[in-house]
């Protein structure tokens, strides 16, 4: 009898052993919250938190380092005042230019008018790469402020590196075909030196 029985038991220790193994991974995995995956990347309860509870900007920074990439959610998981930081790490001329670089573009997620200031203040002196990148970010100030940003995509159009005033032009699309844009192109058209941007901004005005 109680070898027939023996086989019965096993049997049930096994199917008590898998409800447990079953429960334990269908429970929900405890988050830290806030907290940042390894290698600088965002953990996965970040973007549910909404907004942090404390200045952080070396949390900031190291989300600025991250091969991910960031949301506007991310950055306001981590710390509050977030446009500030960015200021201060692309203001940071012994900063990572890693870090000063992905914190312009983390500009364009906050169209305020203190970062469209700070960008005015800054994108006609700044090395060549970050002056660039500064008018992408303005692409996101578009909306906010028009007149603002068509005034330095009008400044940026007569910048003499040809790079720059293609960045220039890339924004005058953000801002619409607009009377005001479309008349900064024709002017620019009518003494362009070069002939591919003469070509791009004669496609612009077009609407190609």
């Known amino acids: 009898m109680r070898r027939l029985l023996q086989p019965g038991r096993r049997t049930i220790l096994a199917l008590l052993a898998g ?74 001329g012994g900063e990572l230019m890693l870090v000063r670089r992905q914190s312009i573009k983390g500009m364009r997620l906050y169209p305020t008018e203190p970062l469209l200031t700070f960008i005015g203040d800054r994108v006609d002196q700044a090395p060549l790469g970050l002056k660039r990148l500064y008018l992408s970010s303005l692409g996101g100030f578009a909306a906010s402020d028009p007149a603002g940003v068509t005034t330095l ?24 075909s607009t009377q005001e844009v479309q008349s900064i192109l024709q002017t620019r058209l009518s003494v362009e030196p070069d002939g591919g941007l003469r070509g791009s901004i004669e496609r612009q005005l077009a609407g190609n």
């Open 19 to 92: 409800l447990v193994t079953v429960g334990a991974s269908s429970a929900p995995a405890q988050q830290v919250p806030g907290r940042l995956a390894p290698g600088g990347g965002p953990g996965p309860g970040d973007e549910a938190l909404g907004v942090a509870a404390s200045y952080d900007p070396e949390r900031v920074r190291t989300l600025m380092l991250s091969i991910h990439g960031f949301t506007l959610a991310q950055l306001n998981a981590v710390s509050t005042d977030v446009p500030e930081i960015l200021m201060t790490l692309a203001d940071d």
């Open 153 to 176: 995509m009008e400044q940026a159009l007569d910048d003499p590196d040809i790079t720059v005033r293609y960045a220039a032009l890339n924004l005058a699309s953000k801002l619409g």
